[in-house]
Nanobody, 113 residues
Framework: QLQLVESGGGLVQPGGSLRLSCAASGRLVSLNTMAWYRQAPGLQRELVASIRSGGNTDYADSVKGRFTISRVSNTVSLQMDSLKPEDTAVYYC?????????WGQGTQVTVSS
């Protein structure tokens, strides 16, 4: 069974930075797309950024120019700069190896003064 383990969440002031990491462990398989999602209280889970095995990336409009997704093998990171209070959410790592989809347990990011 493959597991995704996230780290790096926490409390940061507006304008600050955080870096999230997600590492695959257990039964390692070749992963296609890896991505970060987030879910704020009362809202649906939304895609933040994704990166395919070939390196192509996609970003939500709300984070373009502030967040950067990167990947080394089966570890994906999300560098978050210029954080805003509206970035506050639980951030989840997702990976796909068709036909399977894997999710991490989530890590809390709180942006507040």
């Amino acid at each position: 069974q493959l597991q995704l383990v996230e780290s790096g969440g926490g409390l940061v002031q507006p304008g600050g930075s955080l870096r999230l990491s997600c590492a695959a462990s257990g039964r390692l398989v070749s992963l296609n797309t890896m991505a970060w999602y987030r879910q704020a209280p009362g809202l649906q889970r939304e895609l933040v950024a994704s990166i395919r095995s070939g390196g192509n990336t996609d970003y939500a409009d709300s984070v373009k120019g502030r967040f950067t997704i990167s990947r080394v093998s089966n570890t994906v990171s999300l560098q978050m700069d210029s954080l805003k209070p509206e970035d506050t959410a639980v951030y989840y790592c997702k990976a796909t190896s068709p036909p399977y989809t894997y999710w991490g347990q989530g890590t809390q990011v709180t942006v507040s003064s």
